[in-house]
């Protein structure tokens, strides 16, 4: 069924600004109790979120002898824990601190056996207030999380259809906790330069890990990151000579010169004829500038899009 600008809703940033700093926030608390659980897996990709029918989700968690998911619920505005022996427990989500969210995070996930032991402090903020100190109560507008909630959905579909047109290494689309922002991230195979690390209260091995190999990376964001509006982005590392003097579609696509990255409005898409083909039109025509000046082998590495039911064709 072809997408149209009434599916995709509108989520201007500065009517919910400080409601996704707090969702920021609990994104991270979230993620990190699966961070402390879960084995390195490359790239950091054990510590993502995923999007859900119902909002975002750990997955299942292995904590000790029991299996814990926690999710995000955006439907009912609630915070669900759930382990295996059928425990389940939550708390609503409402205008509260972050200390709040903290503990009663802690408490619901000890309440279904598990064991809730994070880093207390935040990652990749300037900021890096301990959780438990962040009493500052902050706004939380169901109405704006549910938009964000259905966009996400939208945006997770085109990623993985995106992702859909790539044999090589290809990561999952999911959510990092520490930017708040979705991403798909095709790999050349190759190993890169060290990475200069340096990013604002994350460990430089864990960027230099992430960083490990070349990639063309997309993305969006909800705002903040150093653009105040809701944005879709796609970057090279290393960086590219010429790359940022590429033309790439659609025309409302721009190359960001501070944060290196083509950047696309969220509302470029959400108001075009055809959102799904114009974010594809944004995702192929970058990667395409970063894998041809990469010197990536494209034949090797690409196919068709998928299709349901529908076996990839070989050659």
């Known amino acids: 069924m072809k997408q149209t600008a009434d599916s995709w809703p509108d989520i201007p940033y500065q009517d919910w600004k400080e409601t996704c700093t707090l969702l920021h926030l609990c994104c991270q608390i979230v993620g990190k109790y699966r961070l402390s659980h879960t084995p390195w897996i490359n790239h950091a990709w054990h510590t993502t979120l995923y999007v859900t029918p119902r909002g975002l989700s750990t997955g299942t968690v292995p904590d000790g002898d029991r299996y ?28 509260m601190s972050v200390a709040d969210f903290y503990a009663q995070t802690k408490t619901i996930v000890e309440a279904v056996g598990g064991t809730f032991n994070i880093h207390e402090q935040p990652n990749e903020l300037e900021d890096a207030t301990p959780f438990a100190q962040d009493t500052k109560t902050r706004p939380y507008k169901s109405n704006a999380v549910a938009d964000f909630h259905t966009a996400l ?11 859909s047109g790539f044999i090589g290494k290809v990561s999952p689309s999911h959510l990092f906790w520490g930017s708040f922002d979705l991403a798909v991230t095709r790999f050349s195979g190759r190993l890169a330069p060290l990475h200069p690390a340096g990013i604002p209260n994350l460990p ?6 992430a960083y490990s190999h070349e990639v063309s990376s997309a993305g969006f964001w909800p705002g903040g990151s150093g653009v105040d509006e ?15 003097d590429q033309k790439v579609e659609p025309v409302e696509a721009r190359f960001d010169k501070d944060l290196g990255e083509f950047l696309l409005p969220y509302d470029a898409v959400r108001t075009s004829d055809d959102p799904d083909a114009t974010l594809i039109a944004f995702l192929q025509s970058t990667y395409e500038a970063a894998a041809n000046l990469g010197d990536w082998d494209r034949e090797a590495l690409e196919c068709a899009l998928g299709k349901p039911n529908t076996p990839r064709a070989i050659h």
Not at 153 to 163: A, G, K, M, S
Not at 204 to 209: F, L
Not at 230 to 243: E, W
Request: charged share 25%.
């Open 204 to 209: 430089d091995e864990v960027a230099q890990e």
């Open 230 to 244: 809701a944005m879709f982005y796609s970057y090279a590392y290393p960086g590219l000579d010429g790359f940022a």
């Open 153 to 163: 959905l939208q945006i997770d579909r085109v990623f993985t259809h995106f992702r």
């Open 68 to 95: 814990v998911t926690l999710t995000l619920d955006f439907c009912d505005h609630t915070l669900q824990a759930i382990s295996d022996d059928g425990r389940s427990e939550a708390f609503a989500l409402k205008d």
